[in-house]
Structure formats: C-alpha cells, structure tokens
C-alpha cells in the first residue's frame, strides 16, 4: 500500500495543486467583473482587488504553516477537511453582498470594495490559497526519493494559475454568464477540495503510521546539506520579504501604468499578471539556475530599450518593451528566491514571508502611492529596487561576456533610431524632422560610443570606466531633465559651464598613472579655456544670441565665432576626457574618476550648437544620453546599488519630461487614476487647457491670460473672434465667448455635438443629464433655459470642472446652477423619477474604457424610463480598442428601440486648431415611434445593421468579442 501510494503522490499532488490554482486565479477576475463596475472601471480597483487576494493568500500560508504544527498527518488531514467544507459553506454570490453593504463612497471607494470581496470569497480564498505550501509539506513527509525537495512542484501551482488567469478572458467570460460561472466555480471548489483532502490521504499512506519522522532523511548530496541547514535566520525572512515585495510592487505598477499611460486596451491587467506568474514557474524549476546569467547580462540592456519606447507615441512597441523588462526585472528577484530557499523542513515558513512580502509590495503600490503620489511614480521606484536582488560579483575578465551584449544592445538602440526618433519630441524644438543625413550620424556617434566602451572593459580599467560611465548616466539625466529644447543655446551654455568646472577639477587632480606631462597640461590648458569661455559667454550671452519669432516658431540665432570656438572647445575636451579614462592607475581616485565622467556632458555643448544650424534635432541627444546610460547601466551590472539608483534617476527623469512644448500646471491623482492638466500657448493672450486621464483626451478649453475673476477679465458675454459654428436648421446656439466655444468631441458639428443639440431642439426648456463630466464642455451647448443634472464618479473631475471648478470653467459659465450627483452613475439614475429627462447624454470616460455595465440592456432599458416619451439618449461611443457601436446596436435592437448612428471628423478651428473637434462616434436612440424625429438628424446618420449575437446584459459581457471586432476591421467605425 505504501509504495502505491507513493507511485501516486508525484502525479496526484500536481494534478491537485494545478486545479487548485486554476480556481484560484480564474476566481480573481470574475469577482473583479462583479464589482469593477460600480467603481467606474479604474485599473484602481483591479490593483486594490489584487491586494485583497495577496492577503487572503498570506492568511492561507500562515495557517499551512500553523497547521504543520500539529506532528500527525492524519489530524492535519482532518482539520484541512474540516476548513475546506467551512469555507465551502460561507461562499457567498457578490450580487448580493452588493445589495447589503450599499453603493461604495465616491470619495473612499476602497472600504467597500475590500468588505465585499471579504464577505464574498474571503473564506473559501484563503482556504483554498492553503493549497499549495501544505500539499509540498505534505509531499516531503510521503517518503519518496525527492522528497526532500518538493519545491518543483510550485511550478504546477503556478502553470495552473497561469492557465486559469487566461482562460477566464479567452473563454469563460465569453461563454458564460456570472450566475453560471459562479455555479461552476463552487462545483469545482468541492471537486477540488475532494482532491485535497485525497491528497491528505496518500501522503498519510505513503507517510507509514508508524514513521516518527516529518521529513523522509535525505541521501547523498541532499543529506550533507541538509546535515547543515539551521532555521532561517531574521536576515533570512527579511530578505524574502523584500525579494517578494519589490516584484509585487512593480507588478501593479506596470499594470497602472500600461493601463493608463500606455494602452487602454481590455484585458491589459492579464499580461502583466500572468508575466508574474511565468517567473515563478521559471525560477522554481530544475535548472533554473542555469538561465540566471543570461537574465542578468540582457536585463540592464531592456531597461534602456524601454527608455526609448517611452517617449515614443507608438503604444505596440512600449508594451512589448514594458513587459519585457517587467519579466526579466520580476524573474531576477524570484530567482533571488528560489536561491536562498530553505530545506523542507522550513517550507511553509518561507512561503509565509514570501505571501508576507507580496502583501507589503502590493499594499504600498495600491493603498499608500495613490496617496502620497501625483502620478505612478511607484513604477519606477519599484523597477529599481528590483535591480537591488541582482547578484554581486565581480565582473568576468572575459572580453565576450560585455563587449558582445553591449554591441547588441547599443546597435539595437541605433537600429531603432530611425523608428522613433520622429516621434520622441514632436514639436518640442525650433528643429523640426529627422533626415537620413540626421540617422547616420545617430548611429555614427552611438557606434562610437560603443567602440570607447569597449576599449575599457579590460580587467585593469573596468573599475574606473565603470564608475565613470555611472557618473556620466546621472549627469546626462540630469541634464535631459532640465533641456527642454526652446532654447537649447542657453541650456548648452550652462551644462558647457558645469562640464567645465568637473573637466578642471579632473585635469588639476593627481595624474594617472602613465599619463605624460604634455598631455596632462594640454588638458589643464584646455580646461581652464573652456570654463573661462564659458563663464563669459554666460554672463554675455545677450550679446551674441539673438532670439526671435518666425512663423511662430522660436529661433535662435549665435555669433559664428563664439558657437565655433564652443563646439570645437567642447569636442576637444570630450578627446582629452576619453583619453583620462583610458589610463591605467595604480591607486583608486575616485574623485577624478567622477569628476572625469560627470564632465562627459560638455558634448551637448557640441550638438545643441550643431542643432542651431539645423543639422540635427533634439531627437539625436536624447539618444546619445541613452546610449551613455546603457553603458552606464551595463558596466554596473554587479553594482546592485549603483545600478539601481541609476534606474530610478533614468526613469523619474523620464516621468518628469515635458510633453509637447506644453507644460503640465495640475497633476492629482485619485482611486479613479491620474488627471493631468496642459497647458499650451496658442497667442500672446490665449492658451489651450487640456484635460488628460492616462492617454485620452477627456476635453479642453481656450483660457485667457487674464481669468474673468480678475480686473480686467473678458465679460462673459464677449463674442468669440472665431466664426460661429454652424448650427442644426432651426436652431439657435447660445452666444459664444473665447472661453465657452465648445471644442474637441463636443464640438456642435461633431456626431456628439449634433446629436445633443438635436436633442434639445425638441422643447424650449429641456432637463438635461450628463453623465461623465470631463471638462464639463457639454454645458457650453446648452441654453439658458435649460437644466443640467450632472453624474460623476470622481470627486476629482468635480473639482476640477464642476460649477465651482477654476481649473476648466465651462459648466461655471454656461449652467452655474448645475447639480452635480456623485457616484455610479446608474445608482444615481435609478432613483430619478421616470421621465425625469429629455436628453441623456451617456459619455463615461476612464481612460478611454466606458464601462461596461452602462451599455447592458438593462442600463439601457433603465436610461429610456428615465427619459419622456419625446426624449433623446446619446451615447458616446469613441473607443480605440473596442467596437463599441455594434454592442450598442445589439442592444437597442433587442429592447426595439429606433437608433441612429454617425462618426464625425475632424473640425477645425481658427484658435485651437486641431482640437477645435475631435472625431466623434455617437448614437442617439429613442422611443418607438419618434423615429422622424431621429431621421430628421443630418450629415450622415445611419441605423447600422445590429450584428449577430447576444446582446450585453448584467449577466453576460463579451469584451473579447467586441475587442476582435475592432481589431478585424468589423466594427462600424473601424478604418
């Protein structure tokens, strides 16, 4: 009996942990489906979710852990049997744990958020998260010949994990409603609880009654190591807290920034996700061992591929980047892990800190940095101190093992300039555009970057070169930080300065060692040259740089004598710099080392002049200062420290950049995300305001210089200079002013804008509610005489756009006796009375994802009770990743109800330009039998065909079929 037992657990345990996992992971996004929407559907709660069940999970390890207390394995059995069937009874539908704890507070979502999920699943979730460190304690007592090492089968766990996560969204969501799912998933819950507890049972068989030991005695090379084992030291479990922790950080991280900063795209939290979950199973297979130098040679080179891509507006390639770069930086720390593991003895003590550290990271990532932080700067910070678990040794004296992975990495980078040098800074500079004579010379100068590196990777001069590349990665971020390109003639005047006092300060230090007296005083000559140049031209610089306005550009203009004695003062430094490092030293002078590389950036004192002469842009600094960083980062591979402080500079550099030629005047964050407000110059009086959620555009107003709250403002009533647009026949629109001339998608010519001023068209007074209020430019359509209802999640855009905002102040001009309701807006709209409204405008923004339980048939069936027999429901259905249209048309087909639909294009205007209008898709629906007044809409409306399907209800989404529908081209407005 035994020995069958034992030819069963390998198989049985595996097959067990994988189901079990499975669940587990395909439970995390069914319930973040249930309660996602009634939050707006912000990857907030998605990250805040996520830490819930990193809790759950460290509530299971801990009672694993506390369950190997007790020594028999047929109680343990017992027990765990006991709190599987507990758990199995306290499961509860979310639907109606919603209904008990009430709508969630708009202000503090996270309370109700966290109290539903523990209700619901909070139970059964830890009960069953045990599964996996108890089934390997279990396994090590089964007396098998690998017992002694039951760490692989973590590999199983996470598989089905990973197999779970993405079989949610590929098929069960698609296939099934909630109510099914949650049926199957409590069935599969006692199937594999059935599992567990026959698993219980094997390791009791296989264990023998009689064995008094809980651990079968190793043989071999097994035995001698575990002859030696102790329990694990404080610095042990703190060092897998913190190599737990970090990855789990940047694991929300990357989501929140993906999700907001990047792609918008459904299903985006998946990636990342199951990334993670690839990096367990790696790291804890056999041979895991044999992959980690790789890991450590390519990661520090995709941190600079994904510095690249992150100015980049092309969202495919930053993904992939990302993603990258996030695996390789997680896979370092749970290789980190899967080093210092304990023996079996100590197993479920080190799942315990590890689950312990994952909470902590997840917790500062969702709960603390919304808080603390403006932005997603948690991001970056968590992607260094990953780079902290990198091994420390000393670099191989092998020419091989640097110089070839840093030919591929630079050459990558120069390869890649011509994709997207374009786009990096567009408009940011007085140099437009990026020629071939402009790529070759990228490429000439990363190569000859790459060349000089490799003449100091030699065993004698690495230390030096090392720290000298380090010195100039900071310095070159340093600078790029503060080079905003308006007036690249200054900032080169002031980096010259700096790069000449360090360039003095290394030419007046000891020499090194082998360095001759010609050319130690040619570089002091020449030091003091150019710092005593460059502090003249500083103080002079009015009189030798002019600067003036063509064509609304910035040009700038330097005296031929001076930019030509600069630039050739600057490459020859540069020359004597290169040739300091090359030296060999007896003795460490780490002064002169810094001094020397900190010194490096005098070459923008070279390229910002040449760029005044249109020979290059901007585009070609920003690459060589990447190509200085990858050296720096490379060379420093085995500086965990260093390493990581270089990180964090590169990409909170990269964070703080400014877009566009416009700058950033307001930047909050809530639980809903990050709101961000631009503001460029268009004239000398006027500036475009932009409100940003991630990447999407939620609106933007035209703003005076001076305020209408300040002496000498515009009156309210003052007409815009801009032509008047052009108006539905029959209809009058209010007066405009330069501040209330609605602009992007609520232009009155785009499908929005048409379809709402239709829609007020039918009565001289009309009730008007908005959901989603953005800038709050719909009010700016409506007339004096009729009122606006305003539906918003996020107390922020209140804030910001609301009837006391000053930030955008649309809704304070045009309709100051607005009422705003806070919330889920269809909470709200359900207690309005029937008939309460002429027009709804349905226009919910998060980061360009309306969410999708305002689209059901049911929200849709509620809208049209809401509305009078004549009124009018638009919604906007602008969406990049989803088709949208055809959802809505299956779902006013199947409450049969007439529709129209229309896609605008641009509209240009006179101030705002291109934002005057964006493209615009919207559809009106309303009651049976006003369809002459909805084909009384012009310029383009049609009922496009509803597809086949079914159609969106509280039960039953289908975003993978409305995602392949836009990415096939199926969509109605698909280009």
Known sequence: MQAVARGLAAPAFALTMFTSAALIFALQPMFSRVTTPMLGGSPSVWNTSMVFFQAALLAGYLYAHLLQRVRDLRLQTLIHAGVLAAAFLALLPADQVTRLLGPPSSSFPIPWLLGVLTISIGAPFAAASATAPLLQAWYARTGRADAHDPYYLYAASNLGSFLGLLLYPIWVEPSFGIADQDSMWTGGFALAALAIVGCGLIAVAAHGPRDPHPVMAPTGAAASADAGSARPSWRNRLYWMAAAAAPS??????????????????????????????????????????????????????????????????????????????????????????????????????????????????????????????????????????????????????????????????????????????????????????????????????????????????????????????????????????????????????????????????????????????????????????????????????????????????????????????????????????????????????????????????????????????????????????????????????????MAGLIAGLFLMLYFEDEQGSRVIRQDRSFFGVLRVQEAPITERASLRILLHGTTIHGAQIRLRQSEDEPGAEPAGTPSPAPPEAAPEGQVLPPRTVETNPLTYYNPQTALGQATIHGLGMKESSRVALVGLGTGTTACLLRPSDELTIFEIDPLVVRYSGPQGHTFTYVRRCAPRARVELGDARLQLQEAPDGAYDVIVVDAFSSDAIPAHLLTQEAVAMYMRKLSPTGLLILHLSNRNLDLVGESARVAQALGLPYAWRVSDYVSDPIAGRFGGLPASAMAITHPGNEPWLRALEGGWTQVPAPPGRPWTDDYINLPRALWANLSGAGADSD
Request: hydrophobic content about 65%.
């Open 249 to 642: 950080s940047l694991l929300l991280g990357v989501t929140q920034h993906l999700s907001t900063d990047v792609a918008s795209a459904p299903f985006l939290w998946v990636a990342p996700l199951a990334l993670y979950l690839v990096t367990f199973i790696v790291a804890f297979m056999r041979g895991s061992e044999k992959i980690a130098p790789a890991v450590l040679v390519i990661h520090p080179l995709t941190l600079v591929l994904m510095a690249v891509t992150f100015m980049a507006n092309d969202w495919a390639p930053a993904l992939l980047a990302h993603l990258i770069c996030f695996f390789l930086s997680a896979l370092i720390c749970h290789l980190a892990l899967a080093r210092t593991r304990p023996d079996a003895q100590h197993l479920t003590e080190f799942y315990l800190f590890v689950s312990l550290g994952g909470v902590l990271g997840g917790a500062l990532t969702a709960l603390v940095a919304p808080v603390i932080f403006n932005g997603v700067y948690e991001y970056p910070l968590a992607l260094a101190a990953t780079a902290l678990f990198r091994p420390r040794a000393p670099i191989r004296d092998k020419l091989l093992d640097q110089g070839v992975a840093l030919a591929l990495g630079l050459c990558t980078i120069a390869l890649m300039a011509p994709l997207f040098a374009p786009n990096l800074f567009p408009e940011a500079s007085a140099l437009q555009g990026v020629d071939q004579q402009s790529i070759a010379l990228t490429i000439a100068l990363v190569l000859a970057v790459m060349v000089v590196s490799l003449m100091g990777v030699f065993p004698a001069l690495v230390g030096k070169f090392a720290t000298m590349c380090a010195a100039a990665g900071g310095a070159m971020a340093a600078v790029m930080a503060v080079l905003l390109f308006r007036d690249p003639a200054g900032t080169a005047l002031a980096v010259g300065a700096i790069g000449a006092a360090l360039a003095l300060l290394g030419a007046a230090l000891p020499p090194a060692a082998g360095q001759s007296m010609i050319h130690r005083t040619a570089f002091l000559v020449c030091a003091v040259a150019f710092a005593g140049l460059s502090a003249w031209l500083t103080m002079a610089s009015d009189a030798f740089i002019t600067r003036a306005i063509v064509d609304g550009r910035l040009d700038i203009t330097v005296a031929a004598p001076m930019r030509i004695a600069a630039m050739a003062l600057g490459v020859l430094m540069l020359g004597f710099v290169i040739h300091a490092a090359l030296q060999k030293e007896q003795a460490p002078q780490p002064i002169a080392n810094v001094a020397l590389g900190a010194s490096l950036p005098l070459i923008f004192t070279a390229l910002a002049f040449m760029a005044l002469e249109q020979r290059f842009g901007g585009e070609v600094i920003f690459l060589i200062a990447l190509a200085v960083m990858a050296l720096a980062l490379f060379l420093n591979r085995n500086r965990p420290v260093l």
